[in-house]
């Protein structure tokens, strides 16, 4: 006689795992071992690529708003010694103030619109190691 046949449900694992060989992983990651410290390699030199770049644009932010303070500064002086020649009587001590004024403005302006620029460029601080990584795992999970 047959014996009846139990139709035992398969072994259920979890959405989105990976079911991996691990001698065959293991005989992967050994034959691959000099390319993978050759990649990591040029992962540690581009790090130190961005991380240059990074503090380049760190200091020119220091110095930018330094440059911008100072500027700052003058205006608020120039604007004090600008009501002080509204005081006195003369026909040249107004514009030349004036003008110094509106220069140290300008200058104050641009120093903050160039430090908002780079402050913006603050988000894309070791995208490109970022985007190599990414592209790595996605190349050893397509491998395994």
Not at 69 to 87: D, E, I, K, N, R
Not at 92 to 110: D, S
Request: proline share 3%; hydrophobic share 55%; charged share 15%.
């Amino acid at each position: 006689m047959d014996k009846p046949q139990t139709s035992e449900p398969p072994s259920q694992q979890p959405s989105g795992t990976i079911n991996i060989d691990l001698l065959n992983a293991i005989h992967i990651l050994r034959s691959a071992g000099g390319a993978l410290f050759a990649q990591a390699a040029l992962h540690g030199q581009l790090i130190q690529v961005e991380w240059a770049e990074e503090k380049s644009r760190l200091l020119k932010m220091l110095v930018i708003t330094l440059l911008g303070f100072a500027c700052l500064v003058c205006v608020m002086l120039f604007v004090g010694t600008l009501v002080l020649a509204f005081s006195w009587e003369t026909a040249y001590r107004i514009p030349a103030v004036m003008v110094l004024i509106a220069v140290y403005g300008i200058g104050t302006f641009i120093a903050w619109r160039r430090l908002q620029f780079l402050s913006a460029l603050g988000g894309q601080a070791f995208a490109v190691t970022r985007e190599e990584l990414a592209a790595d795992i996605a190349l050893i999970r397509s491998r395994l």
